[in-house]
């Protein structure tokens, strides 16, 4: 399936998880730094206050942030699992062994958004991600990175 003519893509579980931040963003962190930004200006001369211009440039990162999260909101699809037939698709749970070392890794297909290599979220658009779309377990793909070219055998795919 062609993901780049949808968008911005997301998993339900990655629109609920952009959803939290945005809540928490405006009813939590947003405040607690108007807070922190009326306390600094109360102490006066704001030239060298530290607190305040500390404050202002976590307001603006925060409101930046909150227009980001609104846009991915507003434009994303959601997709769950588009590949029941046990090819790789969006929002497959594949585990891959390494051919050369025998290392075994498991790997979540979402989209760039939710992507996060440190939890085992791949994008569709990695390297790996990309190569294994579309395939099954028993198959060998050869991922080419800057490192070198990689193989990887696909155990199984949920």
Do not use: W
């Not at 409101?63 to 994303?76: F, G, N, P, T, V």
């Not at 699992?81 to 890794?105: L, N, P």
């Not at 990695?126 to 395939?135: E, N, Y």
């Amino acid at each position: 399936m062609d993901y780049k003519n949808k968008g911005i893509v997301l998993t339900c579980q990655g629109y609920n998880a952009v959803q939290k931040e945005l809540d928490d963003i405006i009813k939590v962190r947003r405040p607690a730094v108007v807070d922190r930004i009326r306390e600094a200006t109360a102490l006066g001369d704001l030239s060298e206050n530290f607190d305040y211009h500390d404050a202002k440039r976590e307001q603006g990162f925060l409101e930046a942030r909150i227009m980001q999260l609104k846009d991915i909101l507003d434009y994303c699809t959601v997709i769950e699992r588009d590949a029941e037939d046990g090819c790789v698709g969006f929002g497959s749970r594949v585990k891959v062994r390494d051919i050369e070392d025998g290392c075994e890794d498991e790997y979540v297909i979402v989209g760039p958004p939710e992507a996060d290599p440190s939890e085992g979220k791949i994008s569709y658009e990695s390297a790996v991600g990309a190569a294994l779309l579309d395939r099954r377990a028993g198959e060998t793909i050869s991922v080419t990175t800057p490192a070198g070219t990689l193989e990887y055998e696909i155990v199984s795919v949920e």
